[in-house]
Nanobody
Framework: QVQPVESGGGLVQAGGSLRLSCAAS????????MGWFRQAPGKEREFVAA????????WYADSVRGRFTISRDNAKNTVYLQMNSLKPEDTAVYYC????????????????WGQGTQVTVSS
């Protein structure tokens, strides 16, 4: 089972950029679709972006499309989320995990979630 560890969060002004990293254990990392989710205070966790095993196919939530880019380096068992043009509404704890498409949305088949990384965007 892949166990992710997120890093790279911080405090940034609106319009700024951050790059999040997700290091995942497991020898079969490249077999998994990976995704980023986020959870703002008082809100449910929501899907942000997903990437196929080879890295050639990506998907994004409408709220981040054109501003965020997901990528992966299978040699390093790492997934990245480049976040540009950040907005205060992007403030949340960001998590990564294995993802699957289930009926109408991306979700994770696992119960395990890492600690996430906090992103705070000031106006």
């Amino acid at each position: 089972q892949v166990q992710p560890v997120e890093s790279g969060g911080g405090l940034v002004q609106a319009g700024g950029s951050l790059r999040l990293s997700c290091a995942a254990s497991g020898r079969t990392f490249s077999r998994y679709f990976m995704g980023w989710f986020r959870q703002a205070p008082g809100k449910e966790r929501e899907f942000v972006a997903a990437i196929g095993g080879s890295g050639s196919t990506t998907w994004y939530a409408d709220s981040v499309r054109g501003r965020f880019t997901i990528s992966r380096d299978n040699a390093k068992n790492t997934v990245y989320l480049q976040m540009n043009s950040l907005k205060p509404e992007d403030t949340a704890v960001y998590y990564c995990n294995v993802v699957v498409w289930q009926t109408t949305s991306w979700t994770t088949p696992y119960d395990y979630w890492g600690q996430g990384t906090q992103v705070t965007v000031s106006s």
